[in-house]
C-alpha cells in the first residue's frame, strides 16, 4: 500500500466512527484507511483512556495528540518493498499483462520466477498507475435501497451559460445535485465555482431544503471533498471533513470511475439538464436558483418516478424525512486549513495576518486551523498553539514564544531593562534610567543593550565606577562610558609596558657597528 502520512483530522474521524459503534472494518471502509491503521489509533486511544461508552466529548485534542504521538506512522520510503520488487521486476510483468493474462495468474508466475509472494492489491495498484493497465468493465447488480434518511448520493453536473451581474458577463454555471436515495427527491444547487466554499454552501442549502442531515453522503471524486483521487485509496479534503464532523454525517466517496456507486444520482444529472435547464432564461444565478427550488419541490418531487412509481417529494415527507438528524441551528463557521513554515521571526502567516510559534519549531511545517474566532497550530499531531483569529494584516505574538534575551526588545519592556541593569550595578541601573527617562524611552533601548554590551565586555565594576562618574557630570551619552572605559584599559596597560631603569639590555649579536655608515671618499 502506498504510504501517506495520516492527519490529525483523519485520526478525529476514526475515533468519532469507533465510538459512534462502528467495527474496524467499517471504519476502514469509511474512512478509506487500512484496518490494521485504524486498529493501531484505536487501541492507542483505548490505553490513553478514551471508552466507548464516553461519547464524542472525550475526543479532544489533547487526546488526539496523544494517539498520534503513541503511533508514529512513519516510513521513509513512498512505497513498500513488494512495490520496489515488482518496479524491479517490471520488464517481466509488462508482457504478460498486454498477453491479457489476468492479475492472478501474473502474481503466481511471478512467485514461481522470483520465489516472492506480493499481495493482489499492491500488484494491481502498480499495474495501474504504472502500466496503464485498464480492466474491462464487469457486470454488475442492483443494490437494494438503503434504509429511510441514511443515505445521500451528490454529484456535480455541467449546465450552461448564465449571465453574472459581478463580471457582466455570462459564466458557465455547474449544479451539485442532491438525492435521497431512498425516495430520489432531488435539490438542485447552482454555482459558478467548484471550490470547498461553493460546495460547502450548496450543502447548508441541501440541509435547509431537506430540513434535516443524512447519515451518510457519497459523492464522487470532486477536487472540493477528495485530495487524491485513486481506485482504492482516495484522501479527503481536511476541510470538508471537517465539515462533516461539525454537521455530523459521514463521507463515503464513491471509486474512481465508477459511476454504479451512485447510480441515482448520476440519472439525475441529465434529467435535470434536460427537464429544468435547457431552454430556460434566466437573469441571474439568483432567479435560477429560486426557479430550481420550485422545480425540486414541484415538477420534479410531484412526478411518478420511474421505478419506484411513487412521487418522490411525499415519499420523502411521510417516510424519510423523520430520520433525518436536526437541520443545523446556526451557519457554518467555514475554516481556513494551511501549512506554513514557521520563520526565523518566529512567526507564521495565516490568512494574511502573522501568528507566533514557540522558538523550537523555526523552520518547521505547522499544520494550522483558523475559523472565525481561534487560530489552533499543530506540529506532528500535537497542539502546540492558539490565538484569536486576526484581521488580515494583524498580528497576534506571545512574548512566551520568544527566546528570553529577545523577548524584552521585540516587546519593548522598558522595565525589564531598568532592572537587568540595576542587576549589573547601582549607577548601571541609575544611568539606564536617565537613558529611558524622556518621552520615547523606545528610542533609546539600542543605548541600553550597548550598555550592556560594555558590562560583558569590561566587566560590571568598571563600568558601574565609570556610570558613577558620568553621573556626577551629568553626562548620560553611552558613547561617552565606552571611551573612559577604553583610555583607562589604554592607560594602563602603557604604564605596565614602560621599561624601568633596572631593566637588562640586550647586545644584539649581528648589530654592525656606526663606522660602516659613514661617507667613504670625503662624500657626505
Known sequence: MVFREVDVVEVKEMLRLWVRGHGYKSIAR????????????V??????GMR???????????????????????????HGRAWEHLDAHREFIEPRLKEGLTLTKIASLLYRHTGV???????????????????????TVRVDDPEPGSELQVDFGRMGLVFDPDSGRRRLAYALIFTAAYSRHLFVWLTFSQALESVIAGFEAAWSFFTGVFKVVIPDNMKAIVDKADPTNPRLNAGFLDYAQARGFVV????????????????????????????????DLADAQARAVAWCRGE?????????????AEVFAAEEMCHLAPEPERPYDLPLFA????????????????????CAYIGQRVQVRA??????????????????????????TDPADYPADKAAYATRDIEYLKRVCAGHGPNVGAYARELLAGELPWTKMRQVYRLLGLVRRYGPGRVDAACARALEVEVVDVTRIARMLERALEGSSTTEATPTAEATVIDLRFARPKDDFAPRGGRR
Open 339 to 358: 501549512e506554513p513554515k514557521v520563520a526565523r521571526d518566529f512567526h507564521i502567516e495565516v490568512g494574511r495576518a502573522l501568528y507566533s510559534v514557540p
Open 52 to 78: 466507548q461508552a464516553g461519547g464524542e466529548p472525550q475526543i479532544t485534542d489533547g487526546l488526539v495528540g496523544e494517539v498520534i504521538n503513541a503511533v508514529r506512522p512513519a516510513r521513509p520510503g513512498s
Open 30 to 41: 469509511l474512512t478509506q484507511i487500512d484496518r490494521k491503521t485504524v486498529r493501531r489509533y
Open 300 to 312: 420534479a418531487g410531484l412526478r411518478i418516478h420511474g421505478t419506484t412509481a411513487r412521487r418522490p
Open 371 to 396: 475559523d472565525s474566532s481561534l487560530v489552533r497550530v499543530w506540529h506532528r499531531g500535537a497542539l502546540i498553539k492558539t490565538h484569536p483569529r486576526k484581521l488580515p494584516g494583524g498580528r497576534s
Open 252 to 283: 463515503d466517496p464513491t471509486r474512481v470511475r465508477k459511476p454504479q456507486d451512485k447510480p441515482k444520482v448520476e440519472r439525475a444529472v441529465p434529467y435535470v439538464r434536460r427537464s429544468f435547464f435547457a431552454g430556460e432564461a434566466f437573469a
Open 117 to 139: 509472494v506480493v499481495p493482489y492489491r499492491t500488484l494491481h495498484r502498480f499495474c495501474v498507475t504504472e502500466l496503464g493497465y485498464r480492466p474491462g468493465r464487469a457486470m
Open 43 to 48: 487501541e492507542a486511544a483505548v490505553r490513553a
